[in-house]
C-alpha cells in the first residue's frame, strides 16, 4: 500500500533555483493538497486541488505554482526559491465526501525536507 | 474565521502516567470536522480520528479516547497509561463541509508529547 507518495524526500536549494516536488497517490482519490510545515506554525495550506482539471489558492501561495498533472498526481513547483521556502511540504490527498456525514480524511506523504541557502 | 488553538506547546510526562492534549476550535459553520493527526519523530501524519458536529459522543480506542463539546468548542484527546512509542507531536484539525469538494484543514499548532521511560 503506496498511499501518498512524494519525491523527493530531501532537497537542498540556492537561492533562485527552481524546483519541482513531485506527489502521486494510488488511492483513487479526488482531491489533493499541498501544505508546508514551519516550527510553531503547525500545516499551512499553500494550495489545493478538488479534483483533476481544478487547482486553488490556500492560505500561503505566494511563490508556488501547482499542477494537477492527472487524477493521480500533483505537483508543486517554486519558481524562485527564496530562504522563506526553507521547510518542510507535505502532499495530502482524499476521497471526496458524499455528504454532510461523510467528510473523509486527508491521508498525508512522509513529507519533502526543503532547504534554500 | 476558523481557528483552532492548541495551548500546550509541549508536554512531558513519565511512562504510564495519564495525559490530555486541549484542543479548542472556532469556527461559525453549523456541520464542521475535527480531526487529530500523530506526527511520530519520523516526521509522517497519520490519522487517529475524525468527529462530526453532530456527533457529541465520546470515543475510545484502546488507550486513545476523545472528548468532544461543542458547549465549550473543545475537542480533548486523552492518552491512558502513556507509553514511550506515544512520543509524537499531536496536531488537532479542523475543517467545514463546503458539499464535498472543497475540504480544507484548518490545524492547530500542534503539542508535542514527550514520554519518559
Known amino acids: 500500500n503506496a498511499g501518498v507518495t512524494q519525491t523527493p524526500k530531501f532537497q537542498v536549494l540556492k537561492t533562485g533555483q527552481s524546483m519541482t516536488l513531485q506527489c502521486a497517490q494510488d488511492?483513487?482519490?479526488?482531491?489533493m493538497y499541498w501544505y508546508r510545515q514551519d516550527p510553531g506554525m503547525g500545516l499551512r495550506l499553500i494550495y489545493y486541488s478538488a479534483s483533476e482539471g481544478t487547482t486553488d489558492k490556500g492560505e500561503v501561495p505566494n511563490g508556488y505554482n501547482v499542477s494537477r498533472l492527472n487524477k493521480r498526481e500533483f505537483s508543486l513547483r517554486l519558481e524562485s526559491a527564496a530562504p522563506s521556502q526553507t521547510s518542510v511540504y507535505f502532499c495530502?490527498?482524499?476521497?471526496?465526501?458524499?455528504?454532510?456525514?461523510?467528510?473523509?480524511?486527508?491521508?498525508f506523504g512522509d513529507g519533502t525536507r526543503l532547504s534554500i541557502l | 474565521a476558523q481557528k483552532v488553538t492548541q495551548a500546550q506547546t509541549e508536554i512531558s510526562v513519565v511512562e504510564k502516567e495519564d495525559v490530555t492534549l486541549d484542543c479548542v476550535y472556532e469556527t461559525r459553520d453549523t456541520t464542521y470536522y475535527l480531526f487529530w493527526y500523530k506526527q511520530p519523530p519520523s516526521g509522517e501524519l497519520v490519522f487517529l480520528i475524525r468527529r462530526n458536529s453532530f456527533d457529541e459522543q465520546n470515543e475510545i480506542s484502546g488507550r486513545y479516547s476523545w472528548n468532544f463539546q461543542k458547549s465549550t468548542s473543545s475537542f480533548n484527546f486523552t492518552i491512558t497509561a502513556s507509553q514511550v512509542v506515544d512520543s509524537a507531536v499531536y496536531f488537532c484539525?479542523?475543517?467545514?463541509?463546503?458539499?464535498?469538494?472543497?475540504?480544507?484543514?484548518?490545524f492547530g499548532t500542534g503539542t508535542l508529547l514527550a514520554v519518559q521511560p
Open positions: 488511492m483513487n482519490h479526488n482531491s
Open positions: 495530502a490527498s482524499r476521497m471526496a465526501s458524499t455528504g454532510p456525514y461523510s467528510n473523509q480524511p486527508q491521508h
Open positions: 484539525a479542523l475543517s467545514g463541509y463546503y458539499g464535498g469538494a472543497t475540504n480544507k484543514l484548518i
